[in-house]
Antibody, heavy 123, light 107 residues
Framework: QVQLQESGPGLVTPSQTLSLTCTVSGDSITSDTSYWSWIRQPPGKGLEWIGFIYYSGSTYYNPSLKSRVSISVDTSKNQFSLRLNSVTAADTAMYHC???????????????WGQGTLVIVSS | DIQMTQSPSSLSASVGDRVTITCRASQTIGRYLNWYQQKPGKAPELLIYVASGLQSGVPSRFSGSGSGTDFTLTISSLQPEDFATYYCQQSFSVPRTFGQGTKLEIK
């Protein structure tokens, strides 16, 4: 059973950097049929895809966040990480990591998701 | 970016009702459409992939249909555990985008 678990500080000061790690168990992060994603959800709001990384290090970021975001992978630890710079209150959200599976008919989907970690941006 | 629009945004229904949620894409996406269920305080879970594929373990009362720009999620007979928020998501292109969600509440 594949499981993902987020970890990192729950409180970040405005203008500082948000850093989170996702630890993957039950699957290898070097799987050639998976991308590893970050998705966030502000309190009471919908879902926003932040970006993903392939085990080779290839990344794609949401253009709305591209100037501030970085995703990296550590294959030795079966982990991938998110860094978001220059945070503001608008970055307060539940942050989920998720596996994007390359499924049938070339359609990908997110499964499973981590339970999420709430990050509050406040002084 | 492809915009995904769900309707309605909220819906009140009773146990046993048949419910349909609609998702419309701002451009054609073939069948690159997935549906998720999210319960309060929990992560979203995959329900339907490739527009109509039922994820393993998901009850058969859930079904999906559509292609191109218009898609539907149908619950044939609502059960108490189905009251949740539902999201559609396109995987036709990056950035991946989600609908705004449909909150299904008990009448």
């Amino acid at each position: 059973q594949v499981q993902l678990q987020e970890s990192g500080p729950g409180l970040v000061t405005p203008s500082q950097t948000l850093s989170l790690t996702c630890t993957v168990s039950g699957d290898s992060i070097t799987s050639d049929t998976s991308y590893w994603s970050w998705i966030r959800q502000p309190p009471g709001k919908g879902l926003e895809w932040i970006g993903f990384i392939y085990y080779s290090g290839s990344t794609y970021y949401n253009p709305s966040l591209k100037s501030r975001v970085s995703i990296s992978v550590d294959t030795s630890k079966n982990q991938f990480s998110l860094r978001l710079n220059s945070v503001t209150a608008a970055d307060t959200a539940m942050y989920h990591c998720a596996r994007e599976v390359q499924g049938v008919d070339n359609v990908d989907w997110f499964d499973p998701w981590g339970q999420g970690t709430l990050v509050i941006v406040s002084s | 970016d492809i915009q995904m629009t769900q309707s309605p945004s909220s819906l009140s229904a009773s146990v046993g009702d048949r419910v349909t949620i609609t998702c419309r894409a701002s451009q054609t996406i073939g069948r690159y459409l997935n549906w998720y269920q999210q319960k309060p305080g929990k992560a979203p879970e995959l329900l339907i992939y490739v527009a109509s594929g039922l994820q393993s373990g998901v009850p058969s009362r859930f079904s999906g249909s559509g292609s191109g720009t218009d898609f539907t999620l149908t619950i044939s007979s609502l059960q108490p555990e189905d009251f949740a928020t539902y999201y559609c998501q396109q995987s036709f292109s990056v950035p991946r985008t989600f609908g705004q969600g449909t909150k299904l509440e008990i009448k």
